[in-house]
Nanobody, 129 residues
């Protein structure tokens, strides 16, 4: 059974930090591009950033560039999102997502959430005083 399970969300004050984790199971994690996406209250899905299968390429959406860092540990089937200098506008449900194609076929990191075919249940991040 293919599965992604996120954890690490919570309530944090503006300027604070959080680390999200995502454990994958049921597929060969090391063969796929992985990304993070989010959905803020009343808004659509937003791609946050993605990492190539071997970590050779990492891309970020402009709103989080310089504040968020994506990494992965293929030996542990785990994807991470380190978030610093958090802002109220970062409040959202954060999802770990898997590319629909193997990295060897794709060759790059898709920037659209619609290129991903497996989503976790999400973990809530709330940035507020």
């Amino acid at each position: 059974q293919l599965q992604l399970e996120e954890s690490g969300g919570g309530l944090v004050q503006p300027g604070g930090s959080l680390r999200l984790s995502c454990v994958a199971s049921g597929f060969t994690f090391s063969k796929y591009v992985m990304s993070w996406a989010r959905q803020a209250p009343g808004k659509g899905l937003e791609w946050v950033g993605g990492i190539y299968s071997d970590s050779s390429d990492i891309y970020y959406a402009d709103p989080v560039k310089g504040r968020f860092t994506i990494s992965r540990d293929n030996a542990k089937n785990t994807l991470y999102l380190d978030m610093t200098n958090l802002r109220p506008e970062d409040t959202a449900l954060y999802y770990c997502i898997k590319d629909r194609q193997e990295a060897q076929e794709r060759g790059w990191v898709p920037l659209s959430v619609y290129e991903y075919d497996l989503w976790g249940q999400g973990t809530q991040v709330t940035v507020s005083f």
